[in-house]
């Protein structure tokens, strides 16, 4: 099946500092992408859907300051968390909409585990 | 307001029995789809069984199948024959549009050997 693929999978930063977060996609085009938030023993949070070449739509809440995302080619979206502090601290999940055999079907990245000191 | 509902939120079943996970969503959509996704300890989203909104038949995906009642809206997902791996959150999905999923608040399955 189709692969996405996140990186890095750990990420411990000093409050004050941004980290970027990688999402790709290996096999496929993806013209659109999307980026969650989950807490501990939580469901996944819809931060921002990207689409490529344009600019992404933000949930509600979701400050489109602190969580820069960029879609520049159809196979890469980045997510900079920006000024990170310890409330940032979170699992952040991409997945894609890719040529899978159900309509609608999303691949997820592996995960990238955020720690702000 | 669109929403899925998982009102599951922890579960045990004992190994080789089966387990129903319970998921009704609200939409007045026409067309959309419905997935259940396993959530390992590791972080990363698995894929299980999709069922489209016009879709005719339950689906079945190996030890999966997908109880879907459209009428009452609701899309219950049964493992067949639990194994010490399927212990997981477990979260039902929905989406429509391609623009946009929704995600239940999940389900935390133990299966005890």
């Known amino acids: 099946g189709a692969v996405v693929s996140q990186h890095p999978s750990w990420v411990i930063c000093k409050s004050g500092t941004s980290v970027k977060i990688e999402c790709r996609s290996l096999?496929?085009?993806?013209?659109?992408m999307f980026w969650y938030r989950q807490f501990p023993k939580q469901s996944l949070m819809l931060m921002a859907t990207s689409n490529e070449g344009s600019k992404a739509t933000y949930e509600q809440g979701v400050e489109k300051d602190k969580f820069l995302i960029n879609h520049a080619s159809l196979t890469l979206s980045t997510l900079t968390v920006t000024s990170a502090h310890p409330e940032d601290s979170s699992f952040y999940i991409c997945?894609?909409?890719?040529?899978?055999?159900?309509?609608?079907?999303?691949?997820f990245g592996e995960g990238s585990r955020l720690t702000v000191l | 307001a669109q929403k899925i509902t998982q009102t599951q939120p922890g579960m045990f079943v004992q190994e080789k029995e089966a387990v129903t996970l319970d998921c009704t969503y609200d939409?007045?959509?026409?067309?959309?789809?419905l997935f259940w996704y396993k959530q390992p300890s590791s972080g990363e989203m698995i894929f299980l069984i999709y069922q489209g909104s016009y879709d005719q038949q339950n689906a079945t995906e190996g030890r999966y199948s997908l109880n879907f009642q459209k009428a009452r809206k609701s899309a219950n997902l049964v493992i067949s024959a639990s194994q010490l791996g399927d212990s997981a959150m477990y979260f039902c999905t929905w989406r429509t549009s391609y623009d946009k999923v929704i995600f239940g608040p999940g389900t935390s399955l133990s299966v005890i050997p």
């Open positions: 096999d496929f085009q993806a013209t659109t």
């Open positions: 939409t007045s959509d026409p067309s959309y789809g």
């Open positions: 997945s894609a909409s890719g040529p899978g055999r159900n309509t609608g079907e999303l691949f």
